[in-house]
T-cell receptor, first 116, second 113 residues
Framework: AQKVTQAQTEISVVEKEDVTLDCVYETRDTTYYLFWYKQPPSGELVFLIRRNSFDEQNEISGRYSWNFQKSTSSFNFTITASQVVDSAVYFCALSEAGDDTDKLIFGTGTRLQVFP | AAGVIQSPRHLIKEKRETATLKCYPIPRHDTVYWYQQGPGQDPQFLISFYEKMQSDKGSIPDRFSAQQFSDYHSELNMSSLELGDSALYFC????????????FGQGTRLTVV
């Protein structure tokens, strides 16, 4: 069965600190996709990244970077030099290519608070 | 670029009433998904449609039904509302045939009083 675990419920940092949000997933499929979404206090879900299971290259986008390791079934997200505007709930999610649709299975989210 | 449009953005209903949420997917997207996010919870998959046919079903109560119309917009109908139905309801759309990711609407916040 598919499952996404975000063990960190809440993280608080001071501006300019680096922070890593952990995500561990479970799936029986060999082809799957992993996602990160940001949900600011306004409530919308903002897409950050999608990676497929065959692409283990780490990715960097500005202050954001992602570390995908199939060996440990993890897809961690690091924010470098955090800013107050990064305060939000961050969800990791999984979809399986063998599924009837590409529905997303979300983790329980990590609430990040960045203080000035 | 056009995004997923949901209406209404906010809705207040009383217990036992009926609510209808609407979703207008991105043009030419072939799949629509509905998710329910309770307070402090992660979004939970409810139901999806591919080319106007139901393609998958999650933990959707029997009191809820949904459909996708010929113009590809979708409606989620909720009857006999309960306090526990208060949540943020997201619609998302994707183009499964070319494997795009799902794009989410801004959500409808339903409050049942």
């Amino acid at each position: 069965a598919q499952k996404v675990t975000q063990a960190q419920t809440e993280i608080s940092v001071v501006e300019k600190e680096d922070v890593t949000l952990d995500c561990v997933y479970e799936t029986r499929d060999t082809t799957y996709y992993l996602f990160w979404y940001k949900q600011p206090p306004s409530g919308e879900l903002v897409f950050l990244i999608r990676r497929n299971s065959f692409d283990e290259q780490n990715e960097i986008s500005g202050r954001y970077s992602w570390n995908f390791q199939k060996s440990t079934s993890s897809f961690n997200f690091t924010i470098t030099a955090s800013q107050v505007v990064d305060s939000a709930v961050y969800f990791c999610a999984l979809s399986e290519a063998g599924d009837d649709t590409d529905k997303l299975i979300f983790g329980t989210g990590t609430r990040l608070q960045v203080f000035p | 670029a056009a995004g997923v449009i949901q209406s209404p953005r906010h809705l207040i209903k009383e217990k036992r009433e009926t609510a209808t949420l609407k979703c207008y997917p991105i043009p030419r997207h072939d799949t629509v998904y509905w998710y329910q996010q309770g307070p402090g919870q992660d979004p939970q998959f409810l139901i999806s449609f591919y080319e106007k046919m139901q393609s998958d079903k999650g933990s959707i109560p029997d009191r809820f039904s949904a459909q996708q119309f010929s113009d590809y917009h979708s409606e989620l109908n909720m009857s006999s509302l309960e306090l526990g139905d208060s949540a943020l309801y997201f619609c998302a759309s994707s183009l499964v045939t070319v494997n795009t990711e799902a794009f989410f609407g801004q959500g409808t916040r339903l409050t049942v009083v």
